[in-house]
């Protein structure tokens, strides 16, 4: 293991603590993934690429760790189209496009993330910026 992979894991276990999470190989592996991936990967995607180096691991685990992580302040799903959910461990303040025909998800910067006024007076627990449309590549065909 190189020495950026042992920092990024003392990273996650510094931030499982801070968080209560408790320390599972496959919840550090899984975190890991999403942080080193920022493909938007789905749970069938994370499933497949860390069941090479872990032939036990269930996609029952994987759904578990996503929730805690989820619960946690630490993941944000993603619904790209009608029942897709994909994964983002980037918490900052950014919205994501959508290509229609790819579904590839690209991450955009947001000019601030104040919400309105208005809504001063609502418990927000979430919110998220989607915007639709076809990326430049899709545009070409």
């Known amino acids: 293991m190189d020495y950026h992979a042992q920092e990024v894991i ?3 276990v510094e931030l499982f603590g ?16 999403l942080l080193e991936n920022r493909t938007h990967p ?20 994987i ?7 989820a619960s946690a302040g630490l993941l944000r799903m993603v619904r790209a189209s009608e029942g897709e959910v994909r ?4 918490m900052d303040c950014h919205g994501h ?21 208005k809504l001063n007076q609502f418990k927000i627990h979430n919110y998220e910026v989607r915007a639709f ?9």
Do not use: W
């Open 42 to 61: 789905t749970v069938d995607t994370v499933y497949h690429f860390l069941k090479n180096d872990n032939p036990s691991l269930s996609k029952t685990t």
């Open 97 to 117: 496009f959508i290509c229609e025909q790819c579904g590839q998800i690209i991450d955009f910067t947001l000019d601030g993330c104040r919400l309105p006024d």
């Open 18 to 33: 801070k968080k209560n999470i408790r320390l599972t190989p496959q919840r550090i592996g899984v975190y890991r993934y």
């Open 10 to 12: 003392q990273d996650i």
């Open 133 to 141: 449309g076809v990326c430049p590549d899709c545009s070409k065909q």
């Open 87 to 90: 994964l983002d461990a980037m």
């Open 63 to 69: 759904y578990n760790t996503v929730d805690t992580l």
